[in-house]
């Protein structure tokens, strides 16, 4: 695959968590779609990247670190159906960004701002369904 040449090329920090993201991303959106014969195995190379994306150190406001927290959240969520996963990494994520946001500077400040806001909705929308179903058990 092209993406393992890509990634098999030195780089470090934010510019390698953004390509195994992207691979990580590949298969989320294959995983979302896949028939029942390749669920499996791509549900697992996207796990597989995005969790090397994720030990990979970065600010917490960073927008790379957001949108790999966003994607993550959301792989767990609809394809892992992993929702108390979902929402740990989603509200971790948002925790951190939030007590760092103060010290931005104005462009990096916009550029967290909106992957923010979309974690925040994530959580709202997620929450909101666990406890709707808690009222359905009943």
């Known amino acids: 695959m092209i ?3 890509v990634l ?3 780089c470090e920090g934010e510019s390698k968590a953004f390509f ?13 779609n896949a028939g029942e014969d390749i669920i499996a195995a791509v549900r697992d190379n996207a796990l597989k990247y995005y969790k090397n994306a994720n030990e990979i150190q970065l600010p917490p406001c960073n927008p790379i670190r957001l949108g790999l927290a966003l994607n993550f959240s ?3 969520y609809e ?5 108390k996963a979902a929402v740990e990494l989603a509200d971790l994520a948002l925790q ?10 104005e462009d990096d400040f ?3 701002k909106s992957i923010i806001e979309l974690l925040k909705e994530n959580l709202t ?7 709707g179903n808690d009222i359905d058990d009943l």
């Open 125 to 131: 929308l997620w929450k909101e369904e666990e406890s």
């Open 74 to 76: 959301v792989f767990h």
């Open 96 to 105: 951190e960004a939030l007590d760092k946001i103060d010290e931005l500077e």
């Open 20 to 32: 195994v993201k992207m691979v990580g991303d590949y298969y989320r959106y294959i995983a979302e």
């Open 8 to 10: 098999a090329k030195p």
């Open 79 to 83: 394809v892992m159906k992993n929702h």
């Open 110 to 112: 916009r550029d967290a």
């Open 3 to 5: 993406l393992d040449k």
